[in-house]
């Protein structure tokens, strides 16, 4: 158990919904980061936030945004989903994301959209 | 952007059997990690990699970081039924942000 909780663990909806993810990082843990990892492209940084604020961004889709809150638990914003964001969506957190500090992995949020 | 080759894709070995994989980049990172996914789980962390030329053991898997900062590799001796899984490398930049992941490595044992 690495201590990142991720609810739900499983989401089904249709195309054009939206759905929120959430994640709760490991106790102590400042950071916390989402990936998606699909098929066929594998695992794929999406944004960072520490203690509230928006760090690192990656290659995130417009119709997705996150934001932390100040227990420190986070969530995805997924809108106007598309048969394509089909996907695990994982979090990840760390203490305060510096390089040296590795990023421990929540169990993911498995999306389906039909 | 950067990415991060990884090989092999997947291997099918013998109980007992040594296995190696390795990750290759043609970008620098300031960071290696390695680790390791099952069904329905996510990645799992295996071993951290801070330093150019570091060697770190834990138990019976090794990994190295390279002297280029550009590849990686990751052994596991004595493989056993539950090593199976999916193995991934990752790589990081200084400020810590965003990992890049390898494709994954799948590893499958015969008793």
């Known amino acids: 158990d690495s201590g990142v909780t991720q609810t739900p663990k499983h989401l089904i909806t249709a195309t054009g919904q939206r759905v929120t993810l959430r994640c709760s990082p490991r106790?102590?843990?400042?950071?916390v980061y989402w990936y998606q990892q699909s098929l066929d492209q594998g695992l794929q940084f999406l944004i960072q936030?520490?203690?509230?604020?928006?760090?690192a961004k990656g290659n995130i889709l417009e119709r997705f945004s996150a934001q932390q809150f100040p227990d420190l638990h986070s969530e995805l914003n997924l809108s106007s989903l598309e048969l394509g964001d089909s996907a695990l969506y994982f979090c990840?957190?760390?203490?305060?994301?510096?390089?040296?500090?590795?990023?421990?992995f929540g169990d993911g949020t498995r999306l389906s959209i039909l | 952007g950067q990415q991060l080759n990884q090989s092999p894709q997947s291997m099918f070995i013998q109980e007992g059997e040594d296995v190696s994989m390795n990750c290759t980049s043609s970008?620098?990172?300031?960071?290696w990690l390695w680790y390791k996914q099952d069904p329905g789980e996510g990645p799992v962390l295996l071993i951290a990699?801070?330093?150019?030329?570091e060697l770190t053991s834990n138990g019976r898997l090794t990994a190295q970081f390279g002297i280029t900062r550009k590849d990686s590799f990751l052994n596991i001796s004595a493989s056993i039924p539950s090593d199976v899984g999916i193995y991934f490398c990752?790589?990081?930049?200084?400020?810590?942000?965003?990992?890049?992941f390898g494709g994954g490595t799948r590893l499958m044992v015969k008793p």
């Open positions: 990840a957190s760390s203490e305060t994301g510096g390089g040296r500090q590795p990023q421990h």
């Open positions: 106790s102590g843990d400042l950071s």
């Open positions: 936030y520490y203690n509230g604020e928006e760090r």
């Open positions: 970008s620098i990172f300031n960071t």
């Open positions: 990699l801070y330093k150019a030329g």
């Open positions: 990752a790589g990081g930049n200084n400020a810590g942000n965003m990992l890049t």
